[in-house]
């Protein structure tokens, strides 16, 4: 793959942590800096989909959506309508636990036929950490004008391919917004 960029979805307040999801803190940092982390040994591309200051002490750019209210696909037609890459891995910002591994093996088995790579296990598709081709524009906006915001429904419907992890691999790519999925994630790691 050439070039790709990050984008990481940070709207939305956790309403069980009261704060922004992508600034909890875990292991004594906020989620998103656990985020970056990860993304640094494959980029320097990094861009952040917020409409909020919280984010402005990372010295990353931030974008705010184009349409507003339009959910995660809303913040992915944003990323796509910013990028200058053909390619882009769009994250959400809840996943505190991705690796740079796993990140690694989504871009490498992405393939350009496919407009959208996304893991998935027995249980559930993630696909709010996925390889999200630019060409894909035109069906996202088309599904946001006639408001089917379900990413997986938008899914069914283009071009994409589906990395199969194992169940045991879900826990790293799984969101957290809860404080008991919080004391999980710390008392499951330490």
């Not at 998103?32 to 640094?40: F, K, P, R, T």
């Not at 591309?45 to 002490?57: A, G, M, N, P, Q």
Request: aromatic share 6%.
């Amino acid at each position: 793959m050439k070039a790709l960029t990050v984008f990481i979805l940070c709207g939305g307040k956790s309403s069980d942590l009261q704060s922004d999801k992508g600034l909890v803190l875990f292991q004594g940092k906020p989620f998103i800096e656990h985020i970056i982390q990860a993304v640094l040994p494959l980029t320097q591309k990094i861009k952040l989909v917020t409409t909020t200051s919280e984010y402005d002490y990372l010295a990353y750019k931030k974008i705010p959506d184009i349409i507003t209210d339009k959910g995660p696909l809303g913040g992915i037609y944003t990323a796509l309508m910013h990028s200058k890459t053909e390619f882009n891995l769009i994250l959400s910002c809840d996943i505190p636990l991705i690796s740079t591994e796993l990140l690694s093996e989504l871009i490498s088995k992405h393939t350009d036929e496919a407009g959208v790579t996304v893991f998935a296990s027995a249980s559930k598709i993630h696909s709010l950490i996925g390889i999200y081709s630019k060409k894909m524009l035109p069906l996202i906006k088309e599904a946001i004008d006639s408001d089917q915001l379900k990413v997986t429904d938008l899914l069914a419907k283009i071009p994409h391919q589906v990395i199969t992890i194992e169940e045991s691999e879900n826990f790293h790519l799984t969101n957290s917004s809860s404080a008991d999925e919080l004391n999980d994630f710390n008392i499951n790691i330490s």
